[in-house]
């Protein structure tokens, strides 16, 4: 578990003098891949407004529950949104599946491994060009497998669009952009719609976002100090790690006592 409700250990990313692009090279090469991923079925960003915390509040509910955490109440994101949104201090970003696009990606390319797949039989049949039978027929079956498994993710979307509509809320982070840093302070996701990884882009984006502003640092915000594999919230910090950057250890947590009895009696 953690240590406190205020973190002793957090993750951060320099981005001081950095670009996007030495950022990105610096990820572990999974996570480069499924923000590709993202950026290519038409996973979309997009700042809240206040009528939509309730929104939230539910994302970060599920997630909780989820995850055994201790969730704040609405009202602690409401008053957080009043208080720092109209200086600049606060972001609400939430990731979105647009199925209409998402749809229109995955068919274009299924079509494009469709007319590979035809092309190359054609100049195989006709005898075009001369091919090893051996590499032809593994990479006509490495073909149908991508078909197949652009077939099974159209129809995943299909049936989403049909059961949430044309835009899907996939899950959101409150951001603090403070100082020279981008805290990503609290999120979460829906369990039924984490196949999408959309976690991953929406930090990303993020991450872009204090590179062009100029920011010094991205913080990932905490993670527990023990970083054994069998830690149960090991996942948590392997997740941030994969971004590339740093553990920084913080201080800690400590109490002013300014009565002894009644400190002592609570």
């Known amino acids: 578990m953690l240590e406190a409700l205020q973190p002793r ?13 030495e950022l990105l090279n610096n990820m572990d090469r999974e996570t480069r891949r499924i923000i590709k991923v993202n ?21 970060t509910k ?29 972001k609400i970003v939430f990731a979105e599946l647009n199925t209409n696009k998402t749809l ?7 079509n494009e491994f469709e007319n590979d797949y035809q092309e190359r039989k054609n100049k195989h049949d006709n005898h075009v060009i001369q091919m090893n039978e051996k ?22 979307v299909e049936e989403l669009k049909e059961k949430y509509g044309e835009i899907i809320t996939l899950g959101g982070v409150l951001f603090l952009i403070y100082g020279k840093e981008v805290v990503a302070l609290v999120g ?14 929406l930090y990303y984006k993020m991450i872009k976002y204090a590179v062009d502003n ?30 590339g950057g ?4 913080l201080i800690g947590e400590f109490d002013l006592i300014i009565s002894k009895p009644f400190y002592y009696i609570g």
């Open 9 to 21: 250990w957090i993750f951060v990313i320099n981005t001081k003098n950095k670009t996007i692009e």
């Open 39 to 59: 950026e290519r079925y038409n996973i979309e960003c997009r700042e809240i407004s206040y009528d939509e915390i309730t929104k939230f509040k539910d994302i």
């Open 62 to 90: 599920h997630t909780g529950d989820r995850r055994e955490f201790i969730d704040r109440p609405l009202s602690y994101y409401q008053d957080m949104y009043n208080s720092f949104h109209d200086s600049g201090i606060l």
């Open 104 to 110: 229109d990606e995955l068919k274009k390319e299924k």
């Open 135 to 156: 590499k032809y027929e593994q990479k006509q079956k490495e073909v149908e497998n991508n078909i197949n498994r652009l077939e099974n993710k159209i129809k995943e």
């Open 188 to 201: 979460g996701s829906y369990k039924e719609f984490m196949d999408f990884q959309s976690a991953y882009y």
């Open 214 to 243: 100029n920011y010094d640092r991205y913080n990932f915000y905490g993670i527990t100090g023990n970083f054994s594999e069998n830690n149960p919230l090991y996942g948590l910090y392997s997740f941030k790690k994969d971004f």
């Open 246 to 249: 740093e553990v920084v250890e």
